[in-house]
Structure formats: C-alpha cells, structure tokens
C-alpha cells in the first residue's frame, strides 16, 4: 500500500481489514507508525476495485 494519499504521515502500514459502510461502499481499516513513530493508530481510506484489483481512494479534503 502506498501512504502518497497520506501526505506521507504514516509508516508501515499492516493489519488491514476491508469493511463495507453505511453507505455500501468499501473502506480498508489499517494500522500504521504515525511521522514521529511514537504510536500505530487506525487509519481508514475508501477502496474500489477496477479490473478485479484494489484502489485506495484518495482523501478529499
């Protein structure tokens, strides 16, 4: 996974789980070292799926 869409704020992404939400689209739950590497909080992105592969959805602000 890359962290690009998170502004490079977090390191070592793992322990990922894939969840469907209220609104019926997809979200990945992940933990990952925050900049300073002083804790691995949980971080949430949208996911889609094109040609059967994975796509984070980047933030919007």
């Known amino acids: 996974m890359t962290t ?6 977090v390191i070592g992404p793992g322990g990922q789980d894939v969840a ?3 609104d ?4 990945i739950v ?3 070292w925050n900049a300073d590497r002083t804790g691995r909080p949980m971080h949430l992105a949208g996911l889609d ?3 059967g592969r994975p796509v ?6």
């Open 4 to 9: 690009a869409f998170f502004g490079g704020q």
């Open 20 to 22: 469907r939400g209220p």
């Open 24 to 27: 019926g689209r997809d979200r």
């Open 30 to 32: 992940f933990h990952a």
């Open 49 to 51: 799926f094109t040609h």
């Open 56 to 61: 984070i959805r980047p933030r919007t602000p």
